[in-house]
């Protein structure tokens, strides 16, 4: 266990809709990452937010946005979907900014756009 | 930028043979360099690290070593498990996000 959450475990949704993936740190990480893995584009990074802030921003699509809260804990929000948005999405966390240490990563979350 | 260049999959071995699993990377400064696995239906975890060159990281058997005059992080395991079967990041991080690799996934035979 890696004491990163992400919920929901699966969400299965159809194309136009809109959701929200939920990611919750280690206690006392402040980074968050989220990606998003696919059977054609392997493992691609997304976002990183450290203490509320944007830090650094990869592949990350128009219709997708995050954010981090007060509290640490990270949402992802992916609108307009499109069949190939179907991908596992992972959050990881991280105590400090940079990319030095480890990420740990959560279980993931499973969408499935119909 | 950054970059990193894994060997393809998926790379089937039979039990207790010997793993490599190459790994390059290109990078300024100095990075660090990270080696995680995904077993089935499972997010990634570290299975090893190294944070300077010549620096060694080991875990569950499992060996890398950091050369900067190759720009290599290649990956070994003397004797593979059926469970060893999993797919294997490398990966480099430093000042700004961590960069992966494509993943080798392994499949281990009885």
């Known amino acids: 266990d890696s004491g990163v959450t992400q919920t929901p475990k699966h969400l299965i949704t159809a194309t136009g809709q809109r959701v929200t993936l939920r990611c919750s740190p280690r206690?006392?990480?402040?980074?968050v990452y989220w990606y998003q893995q696919s059977l054609d584009q392997g493992l691609q990074f997304l976002i990183q937010?450290?203490?509320?802030?944007?830090?650094a921003k990869g592949n990350i699509l128009e219709r997708f946005s995050a954010q981090q809260f007060p509290d640490l804990h990270s949402e992802l929000n992916l609108s307009s979907l499109e069949l190939g948005d179907s991908a596992l999405y992972f959050c990881?966390?991280?105590?400090?900014?940079?990319?030095?240490?480890?990420?740990?990563f959560g279980p993931g979350t499973r969408l499935t756009v119909l | 930028g950054n970059s990193v260049t894994q060997m393809e999959g998926p790379v089937t071995l039979s039990e207790e043979a010997f793993l490599t699993i190459n790994c390059t990377y290109t990078?300024?400064?100095?990075?660090?360099l990270f080696w995680y696995v995904q077993y089935p239906g499972e997010g990634l975890q570290l299975l090893l690290k190294?944070?300077?060159?010549?620096d060694k990281g080991s875990n569950k058997g499992f060996e890398a070593t950091y050369r900067k005059e190759t720009t290599s992080f290649h990956l070994e395991k003397g004797s593979v498990q059926v469970s060893d079967s999993a797919v294997y990041f490398c990966?480099?991080?430093?000042?700004?996000?961590?960069?992966f690799g494509t993943g080798t996934k392994l499949q281990v035979i009885p």
């Open positions: 990881a966390s991280s105590p400090g900014t940079g990319s030095y240490n480890e990420q740990f």
């Open positions: 206690s006392g990480d402040l980074s």
């Open positions: 937010y450290y203490n509320g802030e944007e830090r």
């Open positions: 990078a300024t400064g100095y990075p660090s």
């Open positions: 190294a944070t300077k060159a010549d």
């Open positions: 990966a480099l991080g430093g000042y700004q996000k961590v960069t």
